[in-house]
């Protein structure tokens, strides 16, 4: 069973561009979170999806961020106009759909560069 | 509102000796806690988790952590160090959905 999986592992882009981050949970997992890290600092969370559904977004930033997990494919953060200032480390996790847990399993996470 | 306070950002051991990482935490209910490590520009694994059964928590690679109500802490605990446990180690707290990790705490393991 593969872990959870997050594409590109690595991502530079430059001021006023796009950025699209990727995850894939874990087989028959259904819930999908997202976490921000940057420097020096512990994880925030920014959202929390099941498929088809924004459950909780109280971490993301109002402007420029957006989330989803369709039916089919895997989650995508979406971060446009980037900025320097965006900069971090991107971690998704996942949980199973059936019963309620509340162990994530973590990816290997994305790292985002803006030049 | 749940929140965790690692009380060192940096810990700094000889191989071979004992690992203590502090953590407290806040909530107003029996939170579930958790220790995950991240290795240099890897994802976080879990260590061990405590859910209101044993306070002694046995985790992988040797740690454990107890949990104790009373002063509000859930210290990770290592008899002797090994060098591929340098690492960073979160703590992390979780009630309802709402997960909150501490800032963390770099652990360096001399020879």
């Known amino acids: 069973n593969a872990g959870v999986m997050q594409n590109p592992r690595h991502l530079v882009r430059r001021r006023g561009q796009e950025a699209r981050l990727r995850c894939s949970p874990m087989?028959?997992?259904?819930?999908v979170y997202w976490y921000r890290q940057l420097p020096e600092e512990g994880l925030k969370f920014m959202v929390y999806?099941?498929?088809?559904?924004?459950?909780?977004e109280s971490g993301m930033p109002k402007e420029r961020f957006s989330a989803e997990f369709p039916k089919e494919g895997p989650s995508i953060l979406r971060i446009q106009q980037v900025v320097r200032g965006d900069s971090a480390a991107y971690f998704c996790?996942?949980?199973?759909?059936?019963?309620?847990?509340?162990?994530?399993?973590f990816g290997p996470g994305t790292r985002l560069t803006v030049l | 509102a749940q929140s965790v306070t690692q009380l060192d950002s940096h810990v700094s051991v000889s191989e071979g000796t004992p690992v203590l990482l502090r953590c407290n935490y806040s909530?107003?209910?029996?939170?579930?806690l958790f220790w995950y490590v991240q290795h240099p520009n890897k994802g976080l694994q879990l260590l061990l988790k405590?859910?209101?059964?044993?306070?002694l928590v046995k985790g992988i690679n040797g740690f454990e952590a107890e949990f104790k109500k009373s002063e509000t802490s859930f210290h990770l605990t290592k008899p002797s160090a090994h060098m591929s446990d340098a690492a960073e180690y979160f703590c992390v707290t979780y009630n309802n959905n709402d997960m909150r990790f501490g800032a963390g705490t770099r652990l360096t393991v001399k020879p």
């Open positions: 999806l099941q498929k088809e559904n924004i459950i909780d």
């Open positions: 909530s107003s209910y029996s939170p579930s």
């Open positions: 087989k028959g997992h259904s819930h």
């Open positions: 405590y859910t209101s059964a044993a306070t």
């Open positions: 996790a996942s949980s199973p759909q059936t019963g309620k847990t509340d162990t994530q399993y």
